[in-house]
């Protein structure tokens, strides 16, 4: 059974660092393109930043571009997400997720999300 | 960046009625559009990639349908655990981007 397990999430002040894990399991890990989405409360969701398989290629949503680095290590199947100068407005739910290599290359499999609260 | 924008945000409907939502794309996104459901206090749950292909395990009321710009998500007949939010969501071109949400209500 493929699972996504996150960890990490937390209180934090503004312009403080987070750093959020996910573990994957049940699948080839390092075959996979991995992404963060988060979800502000009561809103939408945003795409935050991908990983190629093997970390070669890396893409990020232009508002979190320098602050928020995006890494894996496959010899622990996790991808993380380090998160700093965090603003107010970056609370949310933030997701990890599996991006199906093909086709649409749609996120199939979503891990249980993580509350950041950025807050003083 | 690409905009999704869906119509309606939200809808009212009962079980076994024909639902369909909207997503329409600021430029052509080929087949590279998906949809996903999310029930409160969840992750959103993967129904249809690359406009029309059915997810495995997905019930077969859900279709998807579309190319280029606009796209349509339909529910054939509705179940009571469909009450639900659902989005679309391009991966043409980074950044991916999601729509706004439609909430689907009783």
């Known amino acids: 059974e493929v699972q996504l397990v996150q960890s990490g999430g937390g209180l934090v002040q503004p312009g403080g660092s987070l750093r959020l894990s996910c573990v994957g399991s049940?699948?080839?890990?390092?075959?996979?393109?991995m992404s963060w989405v988060r979800q502000a409360p009561g809103k939408g969701l945003e795409w935050v930043a991908n990983i190629k398989q093997d970390g070669s290629e890396i893409k990020y949503l232009a508002s979190v571009k320098g602050r928020f680095t995006i890494s894996r290590d496959n010899a622990k199947n996790s991808v993380y997400l380090q998160m700093n100068s965090l603003r107010a407005d970056e609370t949310a739910v933030y997701f990890c997720?599996?991006?199906?290599?093909?086709?649409?290359?749609?996120?199939?499999?979503w891990g249980q999300g993580s509350l950041v609260a950025v807050s003083s | 960046d690409i905009q999704m924008t869906q119509s309606p945000s939200s809808l009212s409907a009962s079980i076994g009625d024909r639902v369909t939502i909207t997503c329409r794309a600021s430029?052509?996104?080929?087949?590279?559009l998906n949809w996903y459901q999310q029930k409160p206090g969840k992750a959103p749950n993967l129904l249809i990639y690359?406009?029309?292909s059915l997810q495995s395990g997905v019930p077969s009321r859900f279709s998807g349908s579309g190319f280029g710009t606009d796209f349509t998500l339909t529910i054939s007949s509705l179940q009571p655990e469909d009450y639900a939010t659902y989005y679309c969501q391009q991966s043409y071109r980074n950044p991916y981007t999601f729509g706004q949400g439609t909430k689907l209500e009783i």
């Open positions: 690359a406009a029309s």
């Open positions: 997720a599996r991006e199906v290599g093909s086709s649409s290359w749609p996120f199939d499999y």
């Open positions: 430029q052509s996104i080929t087949l590279y």
């Open positions: 049940g699948f080839t890990f390092s075959s996979y393109w």
